[in-house]
């Protein structure tokens, strides 16, 4: 198979990132976007609640359903997982984003976050981690495994992905319509690339797979 030629450098740049990218900012996070949030709930050994939004998060598989996310630097999401191998996803909508941003404030560990921002807590029925009952849907999960990754060296970075099992699933059912998840009404918020930027659902479209 012959390859194409490329554009022209002058149409493009290229940048290695381990020698930077000299831009006012790294465009890493913007490329690799929309990213639904990570807005994790998870209780400590001793009880204490912990509300956590994480920008590097998403689905890896549907049978069985398996969810991750990424914690940069050992935050108290990853502690508490540690000890009580549960936590659950909340998603994260437009009505809001403005306390899923107060979940994010720098606090001690013995702050309950939910309190923090007024969110009602709900109890889980397959963990013992509560959801956010003001969101239009969650999932509870149970830990299938934490790496600790590492870079082309081989060196330990301050990255942790954690993967979790889907046991429970809840849906507000002012959002199902026809039987399917309605998630033009729920309006998710995604992260959108830099510091601040947020992005939530616009037009929606098909494609089919074809089927030869």
């Not at 381990?18 to 913007?30: C, E, I, Q, T, V």
């Not at 309605?182 to 510091?195: H, S």
Request: proline share 8%; aromatic share 8%; net charge neutral.
């Amino acid at each position: 198979m012959n390859i194409e030629p490329g554009p022209d450098d002058s149409h493009a740049i290229f940048y290695d990132p381990a020698r930077g990218h000299g831009l006012p900012h790294d465009p890493f996070k913007a490329i690799v976007a929309p990213r639904l949030i990570g807005w994790v709930s998870t209780r400590a050994s001793n009880g204490q609640l912990n509300l956590a939004p994480y920008s590097f998060f998403g689905a890896f598989a549907a049978s069985p359903s398996i969810i991750g996310f990424c914690s940069e630097g050992r935050k108290d999401s990853l502690r508490n997982i540690e000890e009580t191998r549960e936590f659950v996803w909340n998603l994260t909508t437009r009505a809001l984003a403005g306390q899923m941003n107060r979940t994010s404030a720098p606090v001690a560990p013995d702050v309950d976050e939910f309190a923090l921002a007024g969110l009602t807590p709900i109890a889980g029925r397959n963990v013992s981690v509560p959801r956010v009952g003001d969101s239009p849907a969650a999932l509870e999960c149970k830990l299938l495994q934490i790496e600790h990754l590492r870079d082309l060296n081989g060196s330990p970075t301050d990255n942790w992905l954690v993967l979790g099992q889907v046991v429970g699933v809840h849906i507000h059912k002012a959002y199902l319509k026809d039987g399917r998840f309605d998630i033009l009404a729920a309006q998710p918020v995604m992260r959108a690339g830099y510091r601040a930027d947020y992005v939530q659902i616009g037009e929606m479209f098909q494609l089919f797979r074809p089927m030869s």
